[in-house]
């Protein structure tokens, strides 16, 4: 079996398990997506969503989370970890929207990456739930379980595993294939805990499965 064919029965097969896929971080504008993804580095996405709920009532727009002390941001999202870094990322991307994208989220990767404290996975997951478009975000989940099942050979690094994945997801699947790894990832392909192989849907199909089984 060739990895481009590996690829489309793990399309096919999660897309039957997990057949409504979104992005769990809540967000009603696409600024605050990206307050949200900065946030999310190293923190859950269930802390991040109990955390911005008072960032966005203080600070209700970008214009308004421009102007703020980046100490006053940081009180706030220091229940994240890395608060000083976040809080000053934050800030800095916002000031950079207001005075040179008009307040308003570019719809362009290359503008994307030029924001404070945005890199590829950040603008991947704006590109495919903001703006709709092809993307790949290759999170820690997408990483682990592309070597998991042999999409991709040892490659760690996120650019390189998401250059592999162009090569054998078809756009119109990318995104939501990478949200249905982070869902497989969460309850059944885990981290911290020997996966559950006995039900996953990719056991037959997967590299490690024989490496967890022994």
């Not at 409504?20 to 802390?47: G, I, M, N, P």
């Not at 966005?56 to 890395?82: H, M, Q, S, T």
Request: charged share 30%; hydrophobic share 40%; net charge neutral.
């Amino acid at each position: 079996m060739t990895k481009k064919e590996q690829a489309a029965l793990c399309i096919e097969r999660l897309k039957a398990e997990y057949p409504k896929t979104v992005c769990t971080l809540d967000y009603d504008h696409a600024w605050q997506l990206l307050v949200e993804v900065r946030l999310a580095a190293q923190c859950t996405d269930a802390r991040v969503n109990v955390v911005v709920q008072e960032l966005f009532a203080k600070y209700p727009g970008v214009n308004e989370l421009a102007a703020a002390d980046p100490a006053d941001i940081e009180a706030i999202v220091r229940p994240c970890g890395l608060g000083h870094s976040k809080a000053r990322d934050i800030s800095a991307c916002m000031r950079k929207l207001r005075d040179e994208f008009g307040s308003k989220v570019p719809e362009d990767f290359d503008a994307l990456l030029s924001l404070p404290g945005v890199g590829r996975k950040s603008a991947n997951l704006i590109m495919g739930d903001v703006f709709g478009q092809p993307a790949i975000v290759t999170d820690t989940h997408c990483i682990r379980l592309c070597n998991r099942i042999g999409l991709v050979d040892n490659v760690k690094e996120p650019a390189k595993v998401e250059k592999a994945l162009w090569k054998l997801i078809p756009p119109e699947e990318s995104n939501d294939f990478c949200h249905r790894l982070v869902d497989h990832g969460r309850a059944v392909c885990t981290a911290r805990t020997k996966p559950y192989c006995d039900k996953c849907c990719l056991a037959d199909i997967c590299r490690a499965r024989k490496e967890f089984a022994e």
